[in-house]
């Protein structure tokens, strides 16, 4: 699978009403890869995963997962989300929420035996198996999002989407986890929206800067003149502590003219 693309947009424009957010993306992911996607808050970043899981639909141009309309390849594709909500109360424990991966496959009767071998070496994977059966609410940050890991990969998905991976976890965790990604890469391609090149620059691939166009360039060529040009405007890179973020330099200095707009496209 590594000379295949596994993710292909075809000069891909995108607007929520009258509000374009995407326009003439085009780019492809190469299997095997880990793409870190960058860039401002409102640039079009979850859209692009969106996108490419058939939850929306193109304005204009096309996109394409292993040669197929995305909502054909549903079965190849992984998905954690940037947002867990749930009842810290509910008593579910950690291989059941990992069994939730496989709910499509089980809409009739009870999980099977090899559903229950496959959330083991989901869990295996991640390095979560001695929590098997460890209330999900009981584990830390770090730990739940390797859970919700484990349940993308449950499945057995070539393809790996994450929105904000590490957004609620320590520092520590943050490396553990895209290490994990790292490794994962050696059977499957992942795509991970990321405030923290500093931290994600040592595993990925490729990066892409998404901010209403997009280009993706490899990681061993990046210099943040390049990241910069990529990302068609001035970005500004803060180092702070162990933690390097890249950000749109004018949010920390006025309210954004699109205000309600971006914050809206966020939360898709």
Do not use: W
Request: charged fraction near 20%.
């Amino acid at each position: 699978m590594s000379n295949e693309t596994v993710l292909q947009f075809e000069d891909v424009c995108f607007a929520y009403e009258q509000d374009e957010v995407l326009h003439n993306v085009s780019l492809k992911v190469p299997g095997r890869s880990l793409v870190a996607v960058v860039g401002p808050n409102g640039g079009g970043k979850s859209t692009m995963l969106k996108l490419a899981l058939g939850l929306l639909r193109p304005s204009l141009g096309r996109v394409r997962v292993f040669g197929q309309k995305p909502e054909h390849a549903r079965g190849r594709v992984g998905y954690v989300p940037q947002h867990l909500q749930f009842d810290h109360t509910f008593p579910v424990n950690v291989i059941e929420v990992v069994l939730m991966g496989r709910v499509e496959r089980n809409l009739v009767g009870p999980y099977r035996a090899s559903d229950r071998d496959a959330a083991m070496r989901a869990l295996k994977r991640v390095n979560l198996a001695h929590l098997a059966t460890r209330g999900f609410p009981d584990l830390s940050g770090g730990e739940r999002q390797r859970v919700l890991i484990a349940q993308a990969l449950v499945c057995d998905p070539d393809l790996l989407l994450l929105d904000e991976p590490t957004a609620n976890v320590d520092s520590s965790s943050e490396q553990e986890i895209y290490e994990l990604l790292h490794r994962l890469t050696e059977r499957m391609s992942i795509v991970a929206v990321s405030h923290n090149l500093h931290v994600v620059s040592r595993q990925a691939s490729h990066v892409a800067c998404v901010n209403r166009t997009a280009s993706m360039v490899p990681m061993a060529s990046l210099t943040e003149e390049k990241l910069q040009a990529v990302c068609h405007g001035p970005i500004a890179i803060l180092q702070h502590e162990e933690t390097c973020h890249v950000i749109d330099p004018s949010a920390a200095m006025q309210t954004p003219h699109r205000g309600s707009a971006e914050s809206t496209e966020d939360k898709r």
